[in-house]
């Protein structure tokens, strides 16, 4: 097979076999031509360049390339909306737990409640050294469905715990699990789409997170009317999402393929369609080889100090809403089945601000970072309005906590940046554990920051998502004009993007994006 064929690619020109089509209007079919193999070195190349060459083909068929990404979108989008979902719910409720009487029921005392919260994040952090190397050696979906399985377990679990070890003990357990989840969704979105359709695919997938906070106090409020069972309705809860989140986990272990090789809803033809469409990625599909030199490349790499940065400052505030934006509501003044309720606006709010930032994004209306900058102005405004505004003024604290919540799409942006960006399968594995370490790091930090002492008002708290979000803005603006000035770079040195895709030597090789004279950071 002629990796010439696959490599005449490019964001601008997509070419399959001796078919172009320039806009995205004028996409019609994919010609799937692959000539006869000839040697080359396969010790670096991606899995898919190994499945082209086994199903090479001398006869030309025509696909429907809409047809194809139609049918993954019924597949893998949906799977990872619900695993996602299924493991931030249980996030959102601990927060209602909170104020369901859970504290009360175990006897934590002084800072205990923080200590739990964070020995999730904290077994999280250290789980991250290791995860990008495990999940560039397993069969991603069976791993990721397996997790998924035992994360359940553990949520009905906690359940059963009488005391404060017992809690941080389930908690550390969790934070194992927990790790694997955002970096392998991350991975498995990328090896589908290409740069241009990840983003909605993302945000469908996260929207999720908005979903949870609302079927979460749902949940709360429904549980804290149960009087008939013999014992604590935050129980009840959790047994019931822990089971939910064992289907889940079950069904996503048989489901889920472990890449489009593996995707059994698609044909040979389709699936070769599939890799040849994302080839313009640059960042390839899959490759279990660990690659010294690349761990060199994302140690010196810029743009990942950066982005890590942007996920410390953005979970920070995360942090602070996810585990207490609950209890900010109920010291205004709310019972604990009103707190419940009057948390669900946020959600929907985050959901929103969520598909509208993919669709700008998608539509290239607004370019990422001025999303990234503009939703954290949001947060900026919500947090600015709680920390001075009259806190008995409850009209104004809610629209604060509400309006903090179009912050949701950073995390988003940021996960979807870090696979469209970093090229380089153990490069990228580095870099998917960094975003996850940042985010670790972020919600260790943040509940720490609401401390009981400083209750109803929780001041500090307030004045650090001021600080975060505020810092968060800074960075992304100066990760923007790292990527402008490499890109600019590169085009006055290699000539513009157009030019040099078709002059790659090997569109399947494992090299990094510093390596790929065709490769353009999108921002």
């Known amino acids: ?54 199903h090479a ?50 006897n934590l005392e002084g800072n205990q ?31 990721l469905g397996g997790v998924l399985t035992v994360w359940g377990i553990l949520v009905t679990c906690t359940a059963a715990v009488q005391n404060f070890h017992g809690l941080v003990a389930l908690r550390v357990l969790m934070g194992v699990c927990d790790a694997t989840i955002p970096p392998a969704c991350m991975i498995i979105s990328s090896q589908y789409y290409r740069k241009d359709e990840q983003v909605m695919r993302y945000a469908g997938w996260y929207t999720s997170v908005g979903s949870a906070m609302i079927i979460g106090g749902l949940l709360s409020f ?25 289907i889940v986990g079950v069904i996503t272990f048989i489901l889920l393929p472990d890449s489009p090789m593996q995707a059994s809803f698609l044909t040979d033809g389709e699936k070769s369609a599939v890799l040849k469409h994302v080839a313009v990625n640059g960042t390839g599909v899959t490759n279990r080889a660990w690659n010294g030199h690349q761990i060199v490349s994302a140690l010196r790499d810029p743009q990942l100090y950066l982005l890590t940065l942007s996920v410390i400052a953005v979970s920070v505030s995360a942090g602070i809403k996810t585990l207490y934006s609950t209890t900010l509501i109920r010291g205004f003044g709310y019972t604990s089945k009103e707190a419940a309720l009057l948390n669900m606006p946020g959600g929907a709010v985050g959901a929103t601000a969520v598909l509208i930032a993919g669709v700008c994004i998608h539509n290239h209306w607004i370019p990422r970072w001025a999303i990234f900058a503009s939703c954290n102005c949001c947060s900026i405004i919500g947090s600015a309005i709680m920390s001075f505004m009259p806190h008995t003024n409850r009209a104004a604290m809610l629209a604060g906590i509400y309006i903090g919540f179009a912050g949701m799409p950073t995390i988003m942006i940021s996960y979807q940046w870090t696979a469209a960006n970093v090229a380089g399968h153990t490069k990228r594995s580095i870099a998917v554990s960094l975003m996850s370490a940042g985010s670790a790091i972020g919600n260790i930090i943040g509940p720490y920051a609401v401390q009981q002492q400083d209750a109803p008002g929780f001041q500090p708290a307030r004045i650090t998502l001021l600080g975060t979000e505020a810092g968060s803005v800074v960075i992304v603006c100066c990760l923007a004009l790292y990527y402008m000035s490499v890109n600019n770079w590169r085009d006055k040195k290699y000539g513009r993007e157009e030019d040099v895709s078709v002059m790659e030597k090997d569109v399947w090789d494992n090299l990094t994006d510093e390596e790929r004279r065709g490769f353009r950071y999108v921002y």
């Open 1 to 54: 097979m002629r990796v010439s064929h696959i490599r005449k690619i490019s964001q601008n020109s997509r070419t399959f076999g001796s078919k172009s089509w320039g806009s995205w209007n004028r996409w019609r079919t994919v010609r799937t031509h692959i000539e006869g193999p000839v040697r080359v070195d396969t010790r670096q190349l991606d899995e898919a360049y190994d499945f082209l060459q086994k």
């Open 113 to 143: 409640l923080n200590h739990a919260s964070a020995a999730l994040w904290e077994t999280y952090l250290g789980t991250t050294v290791l995860i990008g190397f495990v999940l560039n050696r397993v069969p991603i979906g069976k791993w």
């Open 57 to 106: 083909t001398t006869e030309n068929q025509v696909l429907d390339i809409r047809h194809v990404r139609r049918k993954i979108d019924r597949h893998i989008p949906v799977l990872l909306y619900f695993v996602y979902g299924i493991q931030f719910l249980d996030k959102f409720i601990f927060s209602y737990a909170v104020v369901m009487g859970m504290p009360e029921d175990l």
């Open 222 to 246: 429904g549980f804290q009317h149960l009087t008939t069972t013999s014992i604590e309705a935050w129980r009840v809860m959790y047994i019931v999402i822990g089971g939910i989140s064992i």
